[in-house]
């Protein structure tokens, strides 16, 4: 459990807990180059005018395009002149726990990006979302290195869950990202068909603070999940709805009988119209009862005597 334990590492029954099934991918650096604030707050994080972003996006198709992207990126970089963000989007499976990794894939991947090992519980926590802040201190061979590890992960009550694992190191203002669930075929968003992978970068491509916020990621991370609760609510109210015109339907098909059956009826009166119309009901009412006295007196048919019966005199 994520509360007893603060170890960065996977233990063995981490491991145990996730599936790989090679899958291609892809990888987005994104960098803006910081200038220092005239107000001396070196905390700024407002609008600046300086040089415009610089961006890569890169598809990664083999374990080998993920090992050189991997080595191009340095996980702390204390050159302070850039904010940045190396993220890793990792495409949609069968379930969550299935990573579109090799093994050794997801082990250069933690050993590079730094990503802490409790994502692996947060995401083996399915059952309901989970936004969790660890402060954390790495302790590689040089210095330690401080850093805040964000864990994200929404419910797998329904289609369409995600989870995000982001460490940020405030020394260099570099944040290191790994985006799990990332539908990379196009789909319909807003009349346009988009990949979830050119929302995100659309969305980072659009920042205009001074330098990357910490919770940047999170904060997109929490917008899909408002996008599908919407969809999913949109879904059951067209349910609700088509259930509530059938129900509608039946009734209206029940009065619809009903006004047929009266209409037979007054189809009956209007037939008889004409008799009303021409002063003959009087007759018409003598005929009827004629014919209901005439089969009332109809006299009933005696049984034939038995033939071996003697006759009587």
Not at 121 to 140: D, G, L, Q
């Amino acid at each position: 459990m994520s509360w007893i334990t603060r170890s960065s590492e996977l233990q063995e029954h981490d491991w145990d807990l996730l599936e790989f099934s090679l899958q291609s991918n892809e990888a987005f650096k994104i960098s803006r180059p910081s200038e220092t604030p005239h107000s001396g707050d070196t905390c700024s994080l407002g609008p600046i005018n300086g040089p415009n972003l610089q961006t890569k996006r890169q598809f990664l198709a083999c374990d080998d395009d993920l090992r050189q992207w991997l080595d191009s990126v340095c996980p702390w970089n204390h050159d302070t002149k850039a904010s940045s963000i190396n993220l890793v989007m990792a495409s949609k499976t069968d379930s969550l726990d299935e990573l579109p990794f090799s093994q050794k894939g997801f082990e250069n991947i933690i050993n590079k990006l730094k990503v802490h090992g409790s994502i692996v519980r947060a995401i083996n926590r399915n059952t309901s979302c989970a936004f969790i802040h660890i402060p954390f201190t790495w302790s590689p061979t040089t210095a330690a290195i401080p850093s805040i590890v964000y864990n994200c992960r929404t419910a797998a009550s329904w289609e369409g869950d995600m989870a995000l694992s982001v460490t940020f190191f405030p020394g260099s203002l570099t944040t290191n990202a790994v985006w799990y669930g990332c539908d990379l075929s196009k789909r319909k968003f807003h009349g346009d068909l988009i990949t979830d992978s050119e929302l995100i970068c659309g969305q980072l491509e659009n920042f205009d603070g001074g330098v990357f916020h910490p919770v940047v990621l999170p904060v997109v991370f929490a917008g899909f999940e408002r996008e599908r609760h919407i969809g999913a609510v949109r879904k059951c109210l067209t349910q609700f709805v088509q259930r509530i015109h059938d129900l509608a339907h039946q009734d209206l098909r029940a009065m619809n009988e009903e006004e047929g059956s009266m209409s037979s009826k007054s189809g009956i009166l209007e037939d008889s119209a004409p008799l009303m119309k021409g002063g003959c009901l009087a007759s018409y009412f003598r005929l009827v009862s004629r014919l209901i006295y005439s089969k009332a007196a109809k006299p009933v048919s005696q049984p034939k005597a038995d033939s071996h019966q003697p006759q009587e005199e």
